[in-house]
């Protein structure tokens, strides 16, 4: 099932949002946050400082705790949540003076001066316990009487504060939220202009002429991107030289036998003698069965790259070799040349692609059989040198002439093994045999990829 497409605009938009928005939602905990943590020194040096001057006062006079009454106006509770709510209880000689909100009876026995957070019944209907922000202080007063004051605030009134400070904050961000999404979009839409040119001249790039991306690019990040489109058209350009010369090679090939079959039955059509007619279309024969051999060669290598087939596997490379050394017994005997074998009892195992690499082996080994003398010797090699590396060889001791190969009909066979070898990552390589050898011609891998 295909997965939708989707904008990549759209895409770099929306995640955009989400780290504005987290940003803002991040931004708004920090200001809750300290928002309270301010309040709550506000509220402690209010209460200091509210205490203090009412130590200070030289007559605080009588008040009727039942009255909620408070003689100073500025200690009145307001309804905004920025005024501070006071509520002062006084006692001179241990008598109650003051009591503006009815706290006296809610609060204990006994209150040691400085700092303290009381849970107290609340006063009001519901009647439900309330957190207070409590200080009390104790003074000598200048009359030589003994003052206590306790001064609180509701700790709610700090969590009100950090909110309306918070809300004061995000509202902006609110909305300005809507705003910056719009932006965002011809922002993100215009940062993609140079991507969109970027593809429309991709486009336009005739590969096969060879042609390039010209000019330079305005953005770094896009410079890695030309680079690889840049290296694939030089792998495509490599690939497709790569299949104009086998081609030609096949072409090749494939034009010595059949225009000397054609030569040959005309000969046939005109010989006055049934010898020569004989001898013509044996030759015809000969020639055809020759282009059939190289017809065999591309199916087979055709059938072996198809990309259902093309699965890796480990090849053990002694007993590869020991099967086609047998499939090839019956012709070296035929021509009377003498095909060994030299590898090791034990198995030497590479990565690789069984079917490829045996016809690479069998094409190696037709070619030396087919296109050496009687009495030559023709070996295949497995070895596994100390450093690790691998190699699959064919040595024979004739006179192979590599320059003319093509003129000797090993021109396929060759480029089929040089294919086989650049699709499964080998070296493939030509040289000089070590004696009694003339001619090597050798697979080779870097190291084993698995070994028993």
């Known amino acids: 099932m295909m997965r939708r497409k989707r904008w990549l ?51 605080l006079g009588t008040v009727n705790p039942v009255t909620a009454d408070p003689p100073i106006p500025a200690l009145e509770s307001r309804p905004s949540r920025r005024v501070s709510d006071l509520r002062v209880v006084a006692w ?53 009487t003994q003052r206590q004051v306790v001064v ?21 961000a609110i909305v300005l939220f809507p705003l910056s999404a719009l932006l965002l979009i011809w922002a993100i ?19 096969r002429a060879g042609q390039r991306l010209e000019g330079q690019q305005a953005f770094m990040e896009l410079d890695s991107t ?31 036998p059949l225009t000397s079959a054609v030569l040959q039955a005309h000969l046939a059509q005109s010989a006055e003698h049934a010898s020569e007619r004989e001898q013509a279309l ?14 065999s ?20 490379l002694c007993e590869l070799a020991r099967h086609v050394c047998a499939q090839h017994l019956g012709l070296a005997h035929e021509g009377g040349q003498a095909l060994a074998l030299e590898a090791p009892d034990t198995p030497i195992r590479v990565n690789g692609h069984p079917e490829l690499l045996r016809l690479a082996l069998r094409n190696l080994v037709d070619n030396a059989l087919r296109h050496n003398p009687r ?23 004739g006179h192979f002439d590599p320059g003319g190969s093509s003129r000797q009909g090993m021109g396929v066979g060759l480029t089929l093994v040089r294919r086989i070898a650049d699709a499964l990552g080998v070296r493939f390589q030509h040289e000089p045999g070590q004696p009694p050898f003339r001619t090597r011609f050798v697979l080779t891998w870097p190291r084993p990829t698995a070994t028993d």
């Open 375 to 397: 009495g030559t010797q023709v070996e295949i090699a497995v070895h596994q040198a100390k450093e690790g590396e691998v190699s699959l060889s064919v040595n024979d001791d």
């Open 189 to 207: 839409r215009r940062g993609l202009r140079p991507l969109n040119q970027l593809s429309a001249d991709m486009a336009a790039l005739d590969v």
């Open 9 to 59: 605009w759209r895409y770099l938009w929306g995640w955009t949002l989400l780290v504005l928005w987290l940003t803002w939602t991040c931004l708004a905990a920090v200001a809750y946050i300290t928002g309270l943590h301010e309040a709550r020194l506000i509220t402690d040096r209010h209460l200091q400082a509210t205490a203090d001057i009412l130590l200070r006062v030289k007559e």
């Open 297 to 316: 060669q591309l199916l087979e290598l055709a059938r072996a790259q198809r990309p259902d087939r093309m699965t890796s596997a480990t090849v053990d």
């Open 226 to 256: 030309v680079a690889a489109i840049h290296h694939l058209v030089d792998q495509l350009q490599h690939q497709w030289a790569r299949e104009r010369q086998f081609n030609a090679d096949v072409a090749h090939e494939l034009r010595t």
């Open 92 to 144: 001179e000689d241990g008598r109650l003076t003051w009591d503006t909100h009815h706290m006296a009876d809610l609060l204990p026995s006994h209150l040691d001066n400085g700092w303290a957070v009381l849970t107290l019944a609340s006063d009001g209907p519901d009647a439900r316990p309330r957190q207070w922000r409590v200080y009390a202080m104790s003074h000598e007063g200048l009359s030589g």
């Open 152 to 172: 609180l605030k509701d700790t709610a009134r700090h969590r009100a504060l950090a909110i309306d400070m918070t809300l004061e904050l995000i509202q902006p």
């Open 282 to 295: 044996k030759r015809v024969e000969m020639e055809a069965l020759r282009a059939a051999g190289i017809l």
